[in-house]
């Protein structure tokens, strides 16, 4: 008696929490929507499964309890009762499978329109790049990688010179326009990751994967790394600044292109670099003589 | 066939799953280590198949040039280069030791002691013999050419790590099975197998049965050398 | 030999009389005689013989429980201090961001291998798969004896790594490459060198005792125990060991390329990377490679626990509510069907892992299409108890437990095995709430049920029934109110792995929920000692329970000594008439018939399967 009535309350309870839980999802601010309509789809039907079976469990417990003279049922098998529930739940199945898919078939299409940002992730930190008028991401190698080379640009790649780099961790989308993230890692797994877009992938180092979405709501939002990257896992927040085409190209500007930057640093180097050179030179001539004596 | 009943028994897919699904043996007059045997190839062949399809895996994603076979594995004779040469005697060995090892099996059967001693012997000889040329190869790889697992002169460094790696393990299994038919070689001829002497670890029976489950390993190490020699010879 | 074949036809009347095909007077009882001679064992003779370095199935079983047991409570007690630093940041100074990450990591994978897999198939596999099947011991005893050995090594080499220089690895279960192996992760020195030997050790000793359980399944059974008529526990722990030796090739494999990379520097798993402003001098590996060989042992691994569990609670359901298992032959189907399907599902655990996103189809596919066989289990569960007779005991208790927590658990699932829903939720508290409720409290749930319901047999005393109640209620109410409000964590986006997030916007909601979390894990897990207490007492003072104290028809039960002695059957083996769930048979006399039973010591009892 008691126990279908304690099992009763669990179930009841596990109802009304999910009716009055104030965790839920954070309001949505892309074109995700329907990510969160096959969620509720889920629920629907998964819900209705998990209450019926549970409910059905909580009957037999009240009805069918031990009693000394009572014999059980004796039935083995029941192909009809069996065959008809594979159906039913092959169609529930169905029913939620079909949408999905249909929704990551637009999820690993990119629209044309998008603008490609790259999202270079590091222990512990997000680095971004955006493509000049071209729309095109220079190629990179994580090997090019040095003080004047950030992102390790291939320099031979005429479609890198005008690629705008951003080094703080701050992203600007602007509204209604898609935008596709390419990811890249110069170390480990890493995630990029803001709960308002709904979609995620992993940084994977070696390759470029991507992922994209339509942010459609000004803000500004947190970015988690959602791939274990080591101790500084937890920490490796960014965020991100939706925000108007007009208010999008006034921050765009700030930022300086490749070429820009490589003639900045070469302009701050040259002196030092100089010097360098001559202490070079300095140094090989020393060696030539050193090679000659002996 | 005396059994008047035996023609009203099942025939077809039915009768295969009332066979296997009757009481008692599911494989019937399998014995016990056999059926072990068995499964533990099914096992192993798993093994050998994530080796080589993580290696076909990062041969067909690198970036650098994979080294080209016919060069790396070739040897010079009298001046000429003759490409894979060291491999071909080693397979010609390898597969002669399977034909002498399926002998030992037939002469376990018909319980003479000598021939079969012989062959397990002879099976031995030539598994060993594979080890060594497989030392000397891997000595010419690494001391001549200057392979080494974490690279090579050659291109990809991941070619070294494979070859070393699924080789390596390759020749571990041939070890441990030449070190199984030294000591079964042994045991034969002591006679153990006419005896019924007890095993020193497991205290049970010899029977001849065992040159039969030895015989399994050694033929599925065969095999899987077929296939290592064509993934990464032939390739 | 043809009553073999007869009895695959549905009998609807009694098979009395004369019912063979040949015509003329049969006997009824007849039994094909036996294929094999009886097996011979080794009797120990030493205290070392004898309770070491036993070959005695039974003791092995036990060996395995304990040892699993051990590293269950390192599990539990690493839960409770990663459940500090969550409730509780920054009360405990010790609880750094590196010692966190260890416990993560030893956590997961104890409790996964180390626990679950050896408690069902290294602890209840070898004590149950011999008595069950009507066999003296298992086929070869000696390999069975060094199976628990290199396990208990494989143990020994695992807690070593919480000794040694920089401690145990804390590099995520999962030990994703290149983060495994590269310095700045913890324990990426000693850590996770003794890690992978040690699951290499488990591969190679798992692998001796697993193909005992097959063969002995498989070409051991006693007469007249046919394959439809094993009990399901058989059948789950069959199935679950023959995936056992398939999948954990993978990881064996994964485990060597890794030890590799880290010990000789080759590129199997490493691509070019930079650490602190330098190149590492790796080149053209691939991280998800190794992702693809850990899941395709780690999905089946999820199968490995999940049907043994399944095969058990059929039974003890089926006992306890006095009433066959629903659709037998449906069941045994389900079990090797979810165990065939489960080969072909690995990449859901990728989809946002960065490998081509057109797999997401065929994986999000098969992946639904597993659980059709999983839902009929459960209905065939529910509708075993409808019409039953059934007894509200500690038994029950966790097998209804199991229910409601396998159901929710599964249903979650759905959320994640479909592609897209997977996207949000991936990598976040959800999944931590799926499968601690589908693989860790549910199969935990079985495994207290199994306790309680062959203890008497082990020991010969019943477990303490009021103890046992209060120890169902707060694990049960407990375990769910840990988990079913975590995956609302999930929704709102807290991501896995985090050693804290408060300074998040959208986070601070989830703090009291957090430390309500924290509380629940303390007092579970507190309330697991009084299993412990009630297991110590019972040994000694519990009710005597005599032979076949739940009137179950299994063999097991049916042994002439309780417990049973080394080779159980004493001068002969049993003989099989029937299958396993003979309850309740209209016109017997008592509710139950044992499998032994021959049909004319039961002409009236009207039995439609046999």
């Not at chain 2, 060069?71 to 491999?87: M, Q, R, S, W």
């Not at chain 2, 060995?93 to 062959?119: D, H, P, W």
């Not at chain 3, 626990?115 to 298992?138: C, E, K, S």
């Not at chain 3, 080779?567 to 044992?594: M, T």
Request: proline share 5%; glycine share 8%; charged share 15%.
């Amino acid at each position: 008696m008691w126990t279908g009535i304690v099992f009763l309350a669990v179930i009841v309870g596990s109802i009304a929490f999910h009716v009055f839980t104030p965790w839920w999802w954070t309001d949505i601010a892309s074109n995700w929507g329907a990510m969160d309509d096959t969620i509720i789809l889920t629920f629907w039907i998964g819900g209705g499964v998990f209450i019926l079976v549970c409910l059905f469990m909580v009957y037999c417990i009240f009805k069918f309890s031990y009693k000394e003279n009572r014999k059980a049922e004796y039935k083995p098998e029941d192909k009809k009762l069996e065959t008809r529930l594979t159906w039913i739940t092959a169609l529930g199945v169905a029913a939620l499978l079909a949408p999905g898919l249909l929704v990551w078939n637009e999820y690993i299409r990119v629209p044309p329109n998008a603008i490609n940002i790259e999202v270079m992730a590091w222990q512990w930190g997000w680095k971004y790049r955006l493509p000049g008028e071209d729309n095109k991401l220079g190629t990179s190698s994580v090997k090019n990688i040095s003080d004047d080379n950030p992102f390790g640009i291939n320099n031979d790649d005429p479609h890198g010179k005008d690629d705008i780099l951003i080094e703080s961790s701050e992203l600007h989308l602007e509204k209604n326009r898609p935008v596709k993230i390419l990811l890249r890692s110069i170390d480990v797994l890493h995630n990029f990751y803001v709960p308002q877009f709904r979609a995620k992938m992993d940084a994977v180092p070696g390759v470029i994967t991507y992922y994209w979405f339509e942010p459609n709501k000004n803000g500004e939002y947190e970015v988690l790394c959602a791939e274990y990257c080591g101790v500084g896992h937890y920490a490796m927040r960014a965020s991100v600044v939706v925000q108007d085409k007009k208010d999008y190209k006034k921050w765009l500007a700030q930022h300086k292109t490749f070429s820009n930057y490589l003639a900045e640093k070469f302009e701050q180097n040259s002196l030092k670099k100089a010097k360098i050179v001559k202490f070079n030179n300095l140094l090989s001539n020393e060696k030539s003589i050193l090679k000659e004596s002996n | 066939m005396t059994d008047p009943n035996l023609n009203k028994l099942p025939g077809g897919f039915k009768g295969m799953s009332t066979d296997i699904g009757s009481d008692q043996t599911a494989f019937k007059g399998v014995n016990w280590g056999k059926a072990m045997m068995w499964i533990f190839l099914l096992s192993d062949t798993f093994v050998f198949s994530c080796f080589l399809i993580a290696y076909m895996k990062v041969r067909a994603s690198v970036v650098d040039d994979w080294p080209y076979p016919s060069e790396v594995f070739g040897l010079e004779v009298a001046g000429v280069p003759v490409p894979l040469l060291l491999i071909a005697i080693m397979t010609f060995v390898l597969i002669t030791s399977s034909g002498t090892m399926a002998l030992a099996v037939k002469y376990g059967y018909e319980k003479n002691r000598k021939l079969c001693g012989l062959f397990v012997l002879l099976t031995a000889i030539g598994g060993l013999t594979f080890v060594g040329m497989q030392a000397f190869e891997w000595s010419k790889l690494i001391f001549h050419d200057g392979v080494r697992p974490w690279g090579n002169p050659f291109g990809a460094p991941q070619f070294g790590a494979f070859f070393f790696m699924i080789t390596g393990f390759h020749g571990t299994h041939v070890s441990i099975g030449v070190i199984f038919l030294f000591i079964f070689a042994r045991k034969v001829y002591r006679g153990d197998f006419d005896t019924g002497r007890r095993g020193f670890f497991t205290t049970m029976k010899s029977d001849y049965v065992a040159i039969e489950i030895l015989g399994l390993y050694w033929h599925f190490v065969d095999l899987v050398w077929v296939f290592i020699f064509a993934f990464f010879y032939l390739w | 030999m043809l009553d073999d074949i007869n009895k695959d036809k549905k009998h609807s009347s009694p098979r009395t009389k004369s019912s063979s095909i040949s015509g003329g007077e049969r006997d009824v009882d007849y039994v094909r005689p036996a294929d094999i001679p009886d097996q011979e064992l080794y009797h120990g003779h030493s205290f070392l013989t004898k309770w070491i370095f036993c070959q005695d199935a039974k003791v092995i079983g036990v060996q395995y429980t304990l040892t699993a047991v051990f590293t269950g409570v390192v599990g539990l007690i690493l839960s409770w201090m990663m459940r500090m630093q969550l409730g509780f940041p920054e009360l405990f100074p010790f609880l750094t961001a590196e010692s966190y990450y260890q416990m993560v990591t030893m956590h997961g994978m104890i409790m996964v291998v180390y626990l679950l897999t050896a408690l069902f198939l290294g602890g209840f596999g070898n004590y149950l798969i011999p008595l069950m099947v009507g066999a003296r011991d298992m086929v070869f005893p000696y390999v069975n004896m060094v199976s628990f050995w290199m396990f208990f090594v494989a143990v020994v080499v695992l807690m070593a790594s919480f000794f040694v220089p920089g401690g145990p690895t804390g590099a995520g279960w999962t030990l994703y490459p290149p983060q495994a192996i590269i310095e700045g992760t913890p324990g990426s020195g000693a850590g996770i060198l003794l890690m992978l030997v040690s699951l290499s050790l488990f591969v190679i000793g798992f692998t001796m005792g697993g193909l005992n359980y097959v063969i002995t399944i498989l070409q051991a059974r006693t007469r007249g125990m046919t394959l439809m008529r094993m009990p399901l526990t058989i059948w789950g722990i069959f199935t679950a060991t023959v995936l056992a030796l398939l999948a954990f090739p993978a990881l064996f494999v994964s485990a060597i390329m890794m030890t590799l990379d880290k010990v000789l520097g080759t590129s199997f798993f490493m691509p070019v990377m930079m650490k602190a402003g330098e190149l590492l001098a790796y080149d053209g590996g691939s991280p998800i490679l190794f992702q693809h060989l850990f899941w395709f042992f780690g999905h089946p691994e999820v199968y490995i626990v999940a049907l043994p569990a399944f095969g058990i609670v059929s039974d003890l359901i089926s006992v306890h509510s006095r009433k066959n298992i629903f659709g037998y032959r449906m069941m045994v189907w389900a079990i090797v069907g979810i165990g065939a399907l489960s080969f072909f599902v690995w990449a859901h655990h990728m989809y946002v892992s960065g490998m081509s996103p057109w797999f997401g189809f065929f994986f999000a596919t098969t992946t639904l299409i597993i659980a059709v066989p999983t839902a009929l289990k459960v209905y065939n569960w529910i509708l075993t108890l409808w019409r039953g007779n059934i007894r509200i005991n500690v038994v029950m208790l966790f097998c209804l437990g199991f229910i409601v927590t396998f159901v929710n658990g599964g249903i979650t699932g759905i959320f994640l095995g479909n592609v897209i829903v997977d996207v949000p939720l991936s990598d976040t508290y959800f999944v931590i709430a799926h499968f601690h409720m589908v693989m860790g409290i549910a199969p935990l749930m079985v495994i207290f049920g199994a306790i309680y319901h062959w203890f008497p047999l082990i020991t010969g005393r019943f477990l303490d029934e009021k103890l046992g109640k209060l120890h169902f209620w707060i694990t049960f109410l407990g375990a769910y109110s840990i988990y079913f409000p975590m995956h609302y964590l999930g929704f709102i986006g807290v991501p896995r792995r985090y050693f804290e997030m408060y300074n998040s916007p959208y986070m601070p909601s989830t703090i009291g929920m957090n430390e309500f979390i924290s509380i629940a894990v303390f007092v579970v897990g507190a309330a697991q000692f009084i299993f412990f207490f009630n297991v110590v007492k019972s040994i000694r003072l519990g009710k005597p329970s005599g032979k076949n104290p739940w009137k179950a028809n299994s063999l097991e039960w049916l042994t002439p000594d309780v417990p049973p002695a080394h080779g159980n059957w004493g001068e002969k083996l049993p003989v099989v008439h029937r299958w396993a769930y003979d309850f309740s048979v209209p016109g017997a006399k008592e509710d139950y018939i044992p499998q032994t039973t021959p049909p004319s010591e039961v002409i009236e009892a009207e039995v439609e399967k046999t």
